[in-house]
């Protein structure tokens, strides 16, 4: 539901284009939200929403010299702001600050609710579809998608993840473990696949397992494998994939793609496919 009330709010103040104008919104229609980078918001803070009476400010982190990252900072604090119960029930100090930690690693409820909510205003699935049928799949295009959207690379591949229709999973790990992943809707059909979940062991011998063992996270390297989908979800099923892999450079964290290469002769079509198959068989023998 936050997802959708961050599109309905990009909709509703006339956003037509990418990227998402975002100071536009905070002071349009009377809100008047100031926003403002700010060099000293603590350590893990990537924004805060400061409250005094009925007038906000939004201060965001500078820390992290990202602008995808910023602009996601913002449009969580304008979650908080937007989404209903969130000022009654996020905790403000003394001062009249609340403080976030935005990027999809929070558990909190409201902190999940206005990264959902940031995900949705600054790529509605109506302009973000748009600009993805233009893009070829994988990383090449979450990279071109983030450019557009101007939203990080993380936050670009989970979006895409919810809305490709190619086969696609979607990974976040530090070191050996999963921080978590997400699957796309045509991944989610495989039957026989076990889903990663946050928390997870990386499945050995995958190059991002290897990767994470092997080179300095720290930098924005990048590699590439075809290996099968077995390897990363097990399954029954052969199936053949691309593995893209990408350190997240500042964060410590890498970023890996999924992507089956031919999605048309799964599932049932398949299944049927070698009935067919099974069925003329005999007349060889
Ligand atoms: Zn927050």
Redesign the pocket.
């Known amino acids: 539901m936050a997802k959708q009330w961050g599109e309905r709010q990009a909709e509703e103040d006339g956003m037509t284009s990418l990227p998402i104008d975002l100071h536009a919104i905070a002071t349009m229609k009377g809100r008047n939200i100031i926003v403002e980078p700010s060099g000293d918001t603590g350590p893990g803070v990537s924004a805060m929403?400061l409250r005094s009476g009925n007038n906000f400010g939004i201060f965001y982190s500078t820390a992290i010299a990202n602008i995808g990252f910023q602009r996601f900072s913002i449009a969580?604090?304008l979650?908080?702001y937007f989404l209903e119960g969130h000022i009654d029930q996020?905790p403000f100090d003394e001062g009249g600050f609340?403080s976030?930690?935005?990027g999809f690693f929070s558990t909190d409820i409201?902190?999940k609710q206005?990264d959902s909510f940031a995900s949705g205003l600054l790529m509605p699935s109506r302009l973000f579809l748009r600009a993805l049928n233009q893009h070829v799949d994988g990383l090449a295009g979450v990279k071109a998608l983030a450019g557009l959207c101007e939203t990080s690379l993380t936050a670009t591949a989970i979006r895409y993840a919810e809305l490709t229709e190619a086969a696609s999973a979607v990974i976040v790990s530090t070191g050996q473990t999963v921080d978590f992943a997400c699957l796309s809707s045509a991944m989610k059909d495989y039957s026989d696949i076990i889903w990663l979940r946050r928390g997870d062991q990386l499945p050995r011998n995958t190059l991002t397992a290897n990767f994470n063992a092997e080179h300095d996270r720290f930098n924005e390297n990048e590699l590439v494998d075809e290996t099968d989908l077995r390897l990363w979800l097990t399954g029954t099923r052969s199936r053949e994939v691309i593995e893209e892999v990408i350190g997240l450079g500042a964060y410590g964290k890498t970023l890996t793609i999924v992507t089956c290469m031919d999605t048309a002769a799964d599932g049932e079509d398949e299944e049927e496919e070698d009935a067919l198959i099974d069925s003329w068989t005999p007349r060889f023998r």
């Open positions: 929403l969580h604090e979650g908080h996020i609340h976030s930690k935005a409201y902190e206005a």
